[in-house]
């Protein structure tokens, strides 16, 4: 290659470099964008509630049937692979491991923030006298958030009752001795 044929490949590539920034100068001048003054966006959160009638409002509504009625038409199997969402904070094996969460093994019936060896949040430490009933846990995993706030679990909860009535079903059999359901 001759000296002449390089310096017509490199006027190109410096050709083309010099069109490509002066056309994006251009376009700056053109369109102007602002800078915000703060980077990222604003997204609003509900503050904890804080008087009983916002606290009423918080609570999510009642299921359209009654909890004794969905749990006597769910299904385990189901609820097993429900708790598949579950299984990356906590383990459901008898004598397992607490992880993110604490072990789920016989939670039905046991007092809130009790498990041994796992530190939980004051919120939760605070209700120790009060065991999880399937009521309890049915609006727990609805929203923990605003079940118990201050609540460290980070899920959004469950929105579907039939999703949530599986998992009840399936987390009744993780136990030496399970809690009978309530009525229908």
């Not at 904070?89 to 923030?113: A, E, F, I, S």
């Not at 609006?139 to 469950?158: C, E, H, R, V, Y």
Request: proline content about 8%; glycine content about 10%; some cysteine.
């Amino acid at each position: 290659m001759d000296s002449l044929e390089f310096n017509k490949i490199a006027g190109a590539v410096l050709g083309t470099a010099l069109v490509v920034f002066g056309l994006n100068e251009l376009s700056k001048a053109i369109y102007h964008s602002p800078k915000p003054e703060k980077q990222g966006y604003d997204i609003p959160v509900a503050e904890a509630a804080s008087t009983d009638a916002t606290a009423a409002a918080a609570t999510p509504a009642a299921p359209a049937e009654s909890l004794g009625k969905m749990l006597a038409s769910a299904d385990p199997a189901k609820g097993q692979a429900v708790f598949k969402t579950c299984q990356a904070c906590h383990d459901g094996t008898k004598g397992g491991p607490n992880k993110v969460g604490p072990n789920l093994w016989g939670v039905v019936g046991r007092m809130h923030g009790s498990h041994e060896g796992f530190s939980y949040s004051e919120a939760m430490a605070a209700l120790k006298d009060k065991p999880w009933t399937y009521e309890a846990l049915n609006t727990f995993i609805t929203s923990p958030k605003t079940a118990i706030p201050g609540t460290k679990m980070g899920f959004s909860g469950l929105k579907k009752d039939t999703d949530r009535a599986n998992l009840l079903a399936y987390l009744q059999t993780l136990s030496d001795s399970p809690v009978p359901f309530p009525a229908p």
